[in-house]
């Protein structure tokens, strides 16, 4: 099991920029996989991006460029720098930690495990 805490979001205007952080706890919070998930409202959850445990990631296509996602192991936290943010990152951002990561069609993908945290909310002005 993993206790997961996300900080981090806020309320920033368009093309601006944010770190949200996710301290990750408990008898399970070892190096696994993490990952970003954000659902908007009247949307379902999707993935935003994903970290393996030998460092490797992966991005949605929507953020690709923009957003990065990091760990710092001794800390057992999570990181995901996000720039030129638009309105359409207006989400609530939630963390994902010990899932499966396997590759499917040479494609790394992360499927996610029932450990969430409680989500931050990032809300992006026009």
């Known amino acids: 099991q993993v206790q997961l805490v996300e900080s981090g979001g806020g309320l920033v205007q368009s093309g601006g920029s944010l770190r949200l952080s996710c301290a990750a706890s408990g008898s399970g919070s070892r190096i696994v996989p993490m990952a970003w998930y954000r659902q908007a409202a009247g949307k379902q959850r999707e993935m935003v991006a994903f970290?393996?445990?030998?460092?490797?990631?992966n991005y949605a296509d929507s953020v690709k460029g923009r957003f990065r996602i990091s760990r710092e192991n001794a800390k057992n936290t999570m990181y995901l720098q996000m720039t030129s943010l638009t309105p359409d990152d207006t989400a609530v951002y939630y963390c994902?930690?010990?899932?499966?990561?396997?590759?499917?069609?040479?494609?790394?993908?992360?499927?996610?495990?029932?450990?969430w945290g409680q989500g931050t909310q990032v809300t992006v002005s026009s």
């Open positions: 970290i393996a445990s030998s460092g490797d990631t």
């Open positions: 994902n930690a010990a899932g499966t990561v396997w590759y499917t069609r040479g494609i790394l993908t992360y499927t996610a495990s029932t450990d």
